[in-house]
Nanobody, 122 residues
């Protein structure tokens, strides 16, 4: 099957930077949209950024200019570069991808990673 594994979270001071990675592995035929979400304590999960297979991107309006999403199609990996971090960016960050797998015929499904904690101290 398919696994998404996030990494790169941690504790950082306000104003600092982190780079998150999410690597997909398994019987992958192709990967379409890859998306980062986040969920802060007591809040609903929210979209952070999305990147389509052709490279186009979408961002939450409040995060434009500080966060950058990118992908490495060769390695089935999506990245989230986060700069000028603020305490309100503290959350668990999840990646999500629409992946076509052979089961044995091609089937497109949505997969989620387990999440990585980002904590920004003031």
């Amino acid at each position: 099957q398919v696994q998404l594994v996030e990494s790169g979270g941690g504790l950082v001071q306000a104003g600092g930077s982190l780079r998150l990675s999410c690597a997909a592995s398994g019987s992958i035929v192709s990967i379409n949209t890859m998306t980062w979400y986040r969920q802060a304590p007591g809040k609903q999960r929210e979209l952070v950024a999305r990147i389509f297979s052709g490279g186009n991107t979408n961002y939450a309006d409040s995060l434009k200019g500080r966060f950058t999403i990118s992908r490495d199609n060769t390695n089935n990996t999506v990245y989230l570069q986060m700069n000028s971090l603020k305490p309100e960016d503290t959350a668990v960050y999840y990646c999500n991808a629409i992946i076509v797998v052979n089961t044995p015929s091609p089937v497109s499904s949505i997969y989620w990673g387990q999440g990585t904690q980002v904590t920004v101290s003031s």
